[in-house]
């Protein structure tokens, strides 16, 4: 990391972002009214069906809820923090040539659902689509949103969730949501560098499982305690390499 490394969290002052999440958390989009029933246990809440096929992790009840940049500070602002009852912030610094990602998530041990619907984070409300932008900042396409998903594709096992499609009277409350994250070049690149490394981990267990013709669900733990789910210096200039993308095309704008 270089001695003018910046941490690439956007300030919260800035009425920019202020504005992006003032919009994202009043669009209720909602695929289908009650789609905890399709999956029978509220599958995106716990992940629990998932988390039983571990041996050693997971064994507590928890629940983790990535963030973006400054959503964490949003949502004390607004007093919604209290939601998740007993909770952690949890910040993971990653340093990367001229920046510093922050991965921020909330873990929560709240039984049930760890955050309320009208509050709920950004991820939750878009499970299980995550949104992909071209590098003019339009948005080209989705693609599952978390590495369960991926798994499930890797075992060739039917998804948990039974939303696969973006239902049409969803479209414009989807649009009004990636739009305003589409305002903030921060933000498409903390998006974007998240479904890189999703699919860096992704390519590498898939490569496990077929060498060993293992259970994909062990091969993830195996990794997961191994620390081996990234190779740490392909990832970093896989990331150092799009973070100078978006330099180049947004100078002053892309740190906030």
Not at 39 to 50: K, L, Q, V, W
Not at 73 to 83: A, L, T, V, Y
Not at 183 to 202: C, D, G, I, Q
């Amino acid at each position: 990391m270089t001695p003018e490394a910046v941490d690439a969290s956007p300030r919260l002052a800035d009425p920019v972002h202020t504005a992006i999440y003032e919009e994202i958390y009043r669009t209720d989009l909602v695929y289908v009214r009650d789609c905890w029933k399709l999956c029978g246990d509220a599958h995106c809440c716990n992940f629990s069906r998932y988390k039983k096929r571990f041996r050693m992790i997971a064994r507590t009840p928890f629940q983790e809820l990535p963030l973006l940049p400054g959503e964490y500070e949003f949502m004390r602002s607004k007093g919604w923090d209290k939601q998740f009852g007993e909770f952690e912030h949890k910040v993971i610094e990653f340093p990367l040539d001229d920046l510093v990602l922050r991965v921020e998530s909330i873990v929560s041990v709240r039984e049930g659902c760890a955050c309320d619907h009208a509050t709920r984070p950004t991820i939750c409300r878009l499970y299980p689509l995550l949104p992909v932008f071209d590098s003019q900042g339009q948005l080209s396409g989705t693609e599952p949103i978390g590495i369960y998903e991926e798994l499930e594709i890797i075992g060739g096992v039917a998804p948990a969730c039974q939303l696969t499609t973006l239902p049409f009277d969803q479209l414009q409350p989807f649009l009004a949501m990636t739009s305003a994250l589409s305002r903030s070049p921060m933000l498409r690149f903390y998006l974007e560098a998240y479904r890189r490394t999703k699919r860096h981990v992704a390519l590498r267990l898939d490569a496990r499982a077929k060498a060993s013709s293992g259970d994909i669900w062990q091969v993830f733990e195996g990794a997961f305690l191994r620390r081996a789910l990234t190779d740490g210096q392909a990832l970093r200039e896989e990331l150092n390499a799009l973070a100078r993308e978006f330099a180049d095309r947004y100078g002053k704008r892309f740190v906030g």
